[in-house]
């Protein structure tokens, strides 16, 4: 394997959101520790293999906060196509029942194959169904899966507990009792958890929802995640069905019951986060709990609009999600920064939120997000993790006097040249 990688006379270097951006320079890969070793102008080579980077834009590898990556063998299906929410579990969960140890293989491979293919080097994973006739690991063969295609990779061990004979939503089928649940979260953690600063994967706990868990299984999943020194990952106020059903079988808002029941604070982030009240966000930026904003699920679905800038001004921290493909019907990283910028403005006008700030919410937010501030800008000593555009193509043409800009406002496609997790390269011509 090579040992070093130099990025030579990159066109245009983006380094992090609202970083000085430099034009010309050169960047060097140690692929022995993952980390670049420098950047300035004309490098001595050495023994570098040498990417000529001259009609190319290199910036951070983003980062995916939100994902069902199963679901990327059940995307488009006639019969979800124009149904929210609640209705479109109902009648997916009957598909989902019958997942097994192959199609979970096959969809984590699928899945982290296209975010690689659009600039994504970091993502997590958000399994939660598991049905009963399944004995084998299903995210210890995720896990697997994503070391294969060599992607960063956060897994997060999903619970449902409370099926519909409890007042709950999935089927009984789908649900699972929570002794299980929690003994098994506490070995993956042990089995998979690599807290290291360069880590490929890292672990996290993810109850589903507040309409498919019990209030002990919340509290006792914090409990457990943080003797462990592990994140804590939940859907929440994602649509009005939920806030209307937290109401009725809680008597508070969803937000509300977050915090009785432990699950604010910098070790959490939530899902979607669409339907926050003023007092809401202010309390989300008091106890430093993240949202993984989700703009192509949340319109695909019909759920929302965010309240993106509000949250950006009051300090939240922030990433974005493809969320699963039966919600988005891709895993196009690139893609959700357009849709993020795109969404932003039919609400709240053309100056709502820029290019630098959605490169900021996908790169540096996400890593931030997910526990890893090793990742997420180019500097000296920061992990390897790179997206490569090459910009002399038909779709980016008069487009480049900004190329960052580009990617985001411009282009026919959103593939990359190549990306580089961790040193070693993908190229994805």
Known sequence: MTKR???RDIYHLVSGANAPRQRGVDLIIDCDKGVIADIGESLPRGDAEVIDCSTKLVIPGLVNTHHHMYQTLQRNIPVVQNVELFDWLKKLYPIWSHLDAETVITSTLLACAELLKTGCTTTTDHHYVFPRSVSENLIALQASSAKKIGIRFAPTRGSMSRGEEDGGLPPQSLVQDEDTILAQSEALIAKLHDESPLSMCRLALA????????????????????????RLHTHLAETLDEEHYCQEQHGCRPLALMESWGWLGSDVWYAHGI???????????????GVAHCPTSNMRLGSGIARIPEMIDAGIGLGLGVDGSA??????????LRNCLLLQRVQKGADAINA????????RGGAQLLGWSEIGTLERGKGADLAIFEMARLDYAGALSDPLAAIIFSGSSHLVDTTIVNGPRHPHR
């Open 5 to 7: 990688l130099l990025l």
């Open 207 to 230: 109850p589903c929802s507040p309409f498919s868990v019990s209030a002990e299984l919340m509290q006792k999943t914090a409990d457990l995640a943080r003797a462990h020194g592990v």
């Open 275 to 289: 339907h926050f009240n003023d007092e809401e966000l202010d309390l989300l930026a008091r106890t430093q709990t």
């Open 327 to 336: 919600s988005n019907d891709s895993s196009d990283m690139l893609g959700e």
């Open 356 to 363: 630098e700030q959605v490169l900021e919410l996908g790169t």
